[in-house]
């Protein structure tokens, strides 16, 4: 069974720019978590989708935002790039989101680096 | 919304002794505790989890307990080894509901001393 799978591993932006990263989760798997891991702050929640809708979102600004397509796989982007953006960018997913025992399971991440 | 406190940020033991971390969550309603194992450069993963009804569990060496009063939970590590090193995140959520997304702690840095 394949992993979550999240693309690109790496990537460099100017302070500024526009990036959008991408997240494919296990199959069956409805719903999608963002997760942003800054250097020794923990994994802050970003954006939950499930079923096409936002389920919930963390206490990040508007410049954070995705989608989630009808084949469940999801898109963040994030606008007007700043330093402290840079981070790692996790994507987890899960059976739909009523579901219980069903826990979350982490791709491998992007790597954000804003210069 | 919830809020996950956890201690300590870093720990070293000696290869064998047990290592304790302890986490405190603020939202009464949370009902599934997750822990995960994060090894340097590489995806957090699901090392044991617990649910409310349930006060504590075990997996060979490694044991998570629950004070729903309290609202606190703590991973037990007994007979550490030196692949235990990484960094242990606690975890809590609403499972099965529309708050269903983990909110996870600091972390916890572990090293174990061969």
């Known amino acids: 069974e394949a992993g979550v799978t999240q693309s690109p591993t790496h990537l460099i932006k100017t302070r500024g720019q526009q990036v959008t990263l991408r997240c494919s989760p296990i199959s069956g798997h409805t719903s999608v978590y963002w997760y942003q891991q800054a250097l020794g702050l923990g994994l802050q929640f970003l954006l939950w989708y499930d079923e096409g809708e936002e389920r919930n979102r963390g206490n990040f600004p508007p410049r954070f935002s995705g989608r989630q397509f009808p084949n469940y796989s999801s898109e963040l982007n994030v606008n007007a790039l700043e330093l402290e953006d840079s981070a790692l960018y996790l994507c987890a997913s899960s059976l739909y989101y009523r579901a219980v025992n069903s826990p979350l399971h982490f791709g491998n991440g992007t790597r954000l680096t804003v210069t | 919304g919830e809020n996950v406190e956890q201690h300590p940020s870093t720990l070293s033991v000696q290869e064998g002794d047990s290592a304790v971390i302890k986490c405190t969550y603020s939202?009464?309603?949370?009902?599934?505790f997750p822990w995960y194992k994060q090894e340097l450069g590489k995806r957090p993963q699901l090392i044991i989890d617990?649910?409310?009804?349930?006060g504590e569990k075990k997996d060979q060496r490694i044991a998570v307990t629950l004070n729903k009063t309290a609202k606190h939970f703590s991973l037990h590590i007994t007979e550490t080894q030196p692949e235990d090193s990484a960094v242990y995140f606690c975890?809590?959520?609403?499972?099965?509901?529309?708050?269903?997304?983990?909110?996870f702690g600091k972390g916890t840095k572990l090293s174990v001393k061969p």
């Open positions: 939202d009464s309603a949370s009902n599934y």
């Open positions: 617990i649910r409310s009804n349930v």
């Open positions: 975890a809590a959520s609403i499972e099965g509901g529309s708050q269903g997304n983990l909110i």
